[in-house]
């Protein structure tokens, strides 16, 4: 058994793009430990997005091995990877991907259902994240009432309502307005620890990235 919660050996993804085969990950090895919060900096088209892709079990094409708690997620077919996933991970991506027609609890709440939390439990875990956000009185506003960071701070509270062992997050503030991207991830960040968590988040950003435990640089397809 490994004790980390995420663990990448030689992780390789490759593109065709126009007849040209362009190596995008080149040989990723990482170890996230319980609890750890790692800044994944690099410039745009770094590959950023294809490493948490791939640590995120959303897409096949990887070569090399990724290991979720232990677990060897390449040698897993769809319902386990499913599972896995649900189990272990939770997502904020730059752009928020609420659920139009419902509200911000429900939003936080759905998912938990997904999971088997009884309905109880999901409305109070909602309601307790959402209010720790700040959005204690945006409860049954829909997405298209709150302003861009309430948003995003209904999308953190998602990721975190099922207490997964890892966030996974992509620029979750990039599309926010400085004072705003550095509230809310200050926020995310206390969330996180509170819940004893590890992360991996994406920035291009140096100055978030410092407020993190540890940085990891992606530079011409491997860490730095
Ligand atoms: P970042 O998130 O760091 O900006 P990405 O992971 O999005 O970088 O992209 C890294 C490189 O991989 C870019 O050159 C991009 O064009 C290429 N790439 C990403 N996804 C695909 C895809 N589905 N098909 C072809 N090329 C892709
Ligand atoms: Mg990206």
Redesign the pocket.
Known sequence: MSDSVVRLKSLT?S???GGVR?D?LRGIDLDVRPGEIVALL????????????AVGLLEGGFGGRIEIAGNDASRLSGDDRTRLRRDHLGFVYQFHHLLADFTAQENVVLPLLVASVSRADADERAKSLLSALGLGQRLEHRPSQLSGGEQQRVAVARALANRPHLVLA??PTGNLDEATADKVLEQFLELVRGQGSAALI?T?NERLAQRMDRVVR?HEGILI
């Open positions: 993804r593109f065709e793009q362009i995008v690099g410039p745009s088209g770094s590959g950023k997005s294809t490493m948490l892709q992509d620029e994406a291009h992606l």
